[in-house]
């Protein structure tokens, strides 16, 4: 691609760049905005739209190797070397045509990664978030061990059905998850409400529900009194 005088370390980075100024954008104007309108954008739809995106991401990213294949002197070995042994030439499609797969990469992050981790924090019970945030990290690395076998498609000429491949698993997942678990946004508040896990009696339960609540009422106290002494000062 002509990158027109533009560093790769540029290009490579549109991702994180994305997700730095989107997340602000999404979580001042994007869902108040939805939530003003009456728009229930739930978590289960986030995560449902964030593997969409994903799949668009891939599908535009696909689209436009198939293009670098078709303008390319060495058809589709773009990356290798011609019959002289001189290294292919770079095609006329600008480098910056690849932001938008960047992009929609980065929305999908924000739609299912960060809302996942989010809604497994908060429907957690209470000593387990930390233990339920551990299995939402091991699944990344589930899907990098499912990359690694991709490995063998990441180079010329099959990168359309590496990018094409992804989109379609992508879509698919999206698909099942949203009718797999479309039922747990009616459940919402039940969810919020679960009771602090335990591995142990129902008596042993209670004494830390009781416990949790005491320090609860004790730090509320402290607070309250932290305020009336500002004020009296």
Not at 35 to 64: D, N, Q, S
Not at 155 to 163: A, F, G, H, Q
Not at 222 to 228: L, N
Request: net charge neutral; proline share 4%.
């Amino acid at each position: 691609m002509s990158l027109h005088g533009i560093p790769n370390d540029i290009v490579s980075n549109l991702d994180p760049l994305a997700l730095i100024i989107l997340i602000p954008i999404c979580d001042l104007f994007l869902y108040p905005a939805l939530r003003k309108a009456g728009i229930r954008f739930t978590p289960i739809k986030k995560i449902t739209a964030g593997f969409i995106t994903g799949a668009l991401a891939m599908v535009w990213a696909a689209v436009i190797q198939a293009y670098i294949y078709r303008d390319s002197a060495c058809g589709s070995y773009a990356s290798g070397t011609m019959a002289d042994g001189s290294t292919c030439p770079n095609v006329s499609i600008n480098v910056w045509a690849q932001t938008g797969s960047y992009v929609l990469i980065a929305i999908s992050e924000i739609f299912a990664s960060i809302t996942s981790l989010e809604y497994g924090f908060s429907k957690a019970p209470k000593n387990m978030r930390s233990l339920v945030a551990s299995f939402a990290l091991f699944m990344t690395a589930i899907s990098a061990a499912i990359g690694e076998a991709f490995v063998p498609l990441s180079t010329d000429p099959l990168l359309v059905w590496n990018y094409g491949s992804m989109a379609v698993i992508s879509f698919v997942a999206g698909v099942a998850f949203w009718f797999f678990y479309r039922q747990l946004d009616k459940d919402e508040d039940k969810l919020n409400m679960l009771p602090t896990g335990h591995m142990g009696t129902q008596q042993q339960a209670d004494d830390i529900e009781r416990r949790m609540s005491v320090a609860a009422q004790r730090k509320a106290s402290v607070v309250a009194d932290e305020k009336r002494d500002s004020r009296e000062s």
